[in-house]
């Protein structure tokens, strides 16, 4: 019972900690803008868990959706000025069509087929965000993306505020993720991630489960995407690159892939030590990509997972202690 | 009719080097079963020594090949043996996002030692000759003459040599192979070799008309896995013939179709090919 209050404690004061973050640097809008900028990163990484994390597909396109997202609120926000939350609620659906049409073809192929085809789709993204000049600027970019539009009393023009309405949208984005991985349909993408054959056998219909878990995950890239146009105002082809895509999966990878809080930990983790090695920017990935091969060889689950483990361990060797419960080891062999 | 003619040329020149590097990616996927994302890496590598190694000591430039080949098999060789094998039993998604990492570090260590500007490769073969109407620079014919050769070669390795035989078994059934000795690390470590040089022996050629820059892995890459699809993952026939139609395709759809789209002519080649095929033409449906 007492674990339980301590993880929620947890949560209550990281809740509260980002609460009160813009108080503390309420004068840095540096420090904010890179926060907000990690939040919306981490919202698009939690997308990428759920369809490799959980699901067990490793989409490789995730980043052309991020800028499908992001490229959908630009043109519609600045060509044709429609009211901005709409043009973010169009921006997500767009982007979940774009996924459902892509999934529905993509998840027919499996496992090294899949990353191939998703990592090929991405870069004709690009590529078309690149050449098409009459719709997205090409690679000039799109320029002049208005802030969301003020709700009311609210609106958005100080860093604060923007940090805020990102701050939002995380953590709707966590508690959403957080809810489909503890349900039936999150047990059912785990079932697909460690057989599909298995799944299959016990009834589970796998290409539609896949679908809606990439959907899902899609949506989130979009969602991410659009925040992303508004925050920073411009956006160039940049952001379908594979360079994007593979910083997504590093922050994935290292906080913990298939865990609930490792997009968190990983995305937050990398965004600052970028921002602190940045006079080492074009070497950062000198220490990065290594990290990467040596996170998968030793600790394939992450700092998370990684913690967790060594939790279970410790608390393995503490049961002999207070031996009140029955204790299938034998005394003898815990005892080192 | 000549500018036909040229683009033939042109394609195959184009659809040799695919080859070289498909084969490479094609040969160890058909032993390892990794489609090793860090192969644009060996690529790369390779043509930055090939240029180095020419400017900083002056030799000639089929000396510069001839050590770039071995610094990039040696490479492949480490990769293997640091990476994939202690992956051999993780499962597939571990070796893909690790080959991620290799790109990564060798792309910002090449850029650590050489920079990011492009670099012009100059080569003794840049002279112009003329044949029937069709221009073409000898270094364009070395291309296919050097492929031809380095096929040639690698044919009769697979098939007349020990070691050459054991790839192909242990390619065919692996645990057939285990059951008549073969040793896997040997033909693992062998295969990463051969897969390296052929992709240093690409670059070389390829830098003289194609510059040499952090980045010249990129494409090359994505264009031989979709080569090493059509061809069929783990065909050597296969890659052999999905490059030169590969060449030809991009070289015509530059000159008739458009050129600014001519890079995407690949990608929706294979995604045409994918979503009707989605094990690729010519699958053995095994994998």
């Known amino acids: ?336 | 009719m000549d500018l036909f003619l040229q683009q033939v040329f042109n394609g195959l020149t184009l659809g040799s080097v695919y080859t070289l590097v498909a084969i490479g990616l094609t040969l160890v996927f058909g032993i390892l079963h990794i489609p090793n994302f860090a192969h644009g890496a060996l690529y790369l590598v390779g043509g930055y020594v090939t240029l180095m190694v020419m400017s900083a000591t002056g030799v000639h430039y089929f000396i510069a090949i001839i050590a770039s080949i071995v610094v990039v098999a040696v490479l492949a060789v480490l990769m293997e043996r640091l990476v994939f094998h202690p992956l051999r039993n993780s499962p597939p998604i571990h070796d893909k996002i690790a080959a991620i990492g290799l790109v990564l570090f060798f792309e910002a260590l090449v850029q650590l030692v050489w920079g990011t500007e492009y670099l012009r490769m100059l080569t003794p073969f840049d002279n112009n000759i003329s044949v029937a109407g069709v221009s073409m620079t000898s270094q364009r014919i070395l291309v296919i003459a050097v492929t031809v050769a380095v096929v040639f070669l690698l044919t009769l390795f697979l098939k007349k040599t020990m070691m050459g035989a054991s790839i192909l078994a242990m390619a065919q059934n692996r645990e057939g192979a285990f059951l008549v000795g073969i040793n896997a690390n040997k033909v693992a470590m062998m295969t990463f070799a051969i897969s390296g040089a052929l992709a240093a022996i690409a670059a070389s050629l390829a830098s003289p008309i194609n510059l040499v820059f952090p980045a010249m892995g990129h494409l090359v890459i994505l264009k031989a896995f979709v080569v090493v699809i059509i061809g069929g993952m783990g065909s050597i026939p296969g890659a052999i013939i999905a490059g030169l139609v590969l060449g030809l395709t991009e070289s015509m759809g530059a000159t008739y179709i458009s050129n600014d789209y001519k890079d995407m002519i690949a990608f929706l080649l294979l995604i045409i090919i994918m979503t009707v095929r989605p094990k690729g033409l010519f699958a053995k449906g095994v994998y």
């Not at chain 1, 589970?204 to 899902?216: A, C, E, G, M």
């Open chain 1, 1 to 336: 019972m007492d674990k339980i209050f301590n993880h929620r404690t947890l949560i209550a004061l990281l809740v509260v900690f980002a609460l009160v973050f813009p108080l503390i640097y309420a004068d840095n809008r540096y420090v904010l803008h890179v926060m907000t900028i990690g939040f919306i990163f981490t919202i698009s990484v939690y997308g990428m868990n759920i369809i490799a994390g959980f699901t067990g597909q490793l989409s490789l396109a995730h980043a052309g959706f991020f800028a499908i997202g992001a490229y959908s609120l630009g043109i519609l926000t600045t060509r044709t000025e429609m009211n901005f939350w709409l043009a973010l609620l169009l921006a997500v659906l767009i982007t979940s069509a774009a996924g459902l049409l892509l999934g529905a073809i993509a998840l027919r192929t499996k496992e090294h087929f899949f990353a191939i085809y998703t990592l090929i789709v991405g870069y004709l993204i690009y590529l078309l965000i690149d050449k098409w000049d009459g719709l997205t600027g090409g690679i000039r970019g799109l320029i002049g993306i208005p802030i969301p539009d003020p709700i009311g009393p609210l609106n958005f023009e100080s860093a604060t505020a923007m940090y805020y309405l990102v701050l939002f949208f995380l953590l709707l984005s966590i508690f959403i993720a957080v809810r489909i991985v503890r349900s039936l349909t999150g047990r059912t993408y785990i079932a697909i991630r460690n057989s599909e054959e298995l799944a299959q056998t016990l009834g589970i219909n796998t290409k539609v489960n896949k679908l809606i878990s990439f959907v899902i995950s899609v949506a989130y890239a979009g969602l991410a995407g659009a925040l992303y146009a508004s925050l920073t105002r411009f956006i160039g082809p940049d952001v379908a690159s594979t360079n994007m895509v593979f910083n997504f999966l590093m922050y994935l990878i290292v906080g913990g892939i298939g865990t609930l809080s490792g997009p968190l930990v990983g995305t937050m983790l990398f965004v600052w030590l970028e921002q602190f090695l940045r006079s080492y920017q074009e070497y950062h990935l000198l220490i990065f990509g290594p990290i990467l091969v040596i996170m998968v060889i030793f600790f394939p689950t992450g700092i998370v997972g990684g913690f967790y483990r060594i939790k279970a361990k410790l608390q393995q060797k503490k049961v002999p202690k207070d031996n009140k419960y029955f204790n299938p080891v034998p005394a003898k062999s815990t005892k080192k």
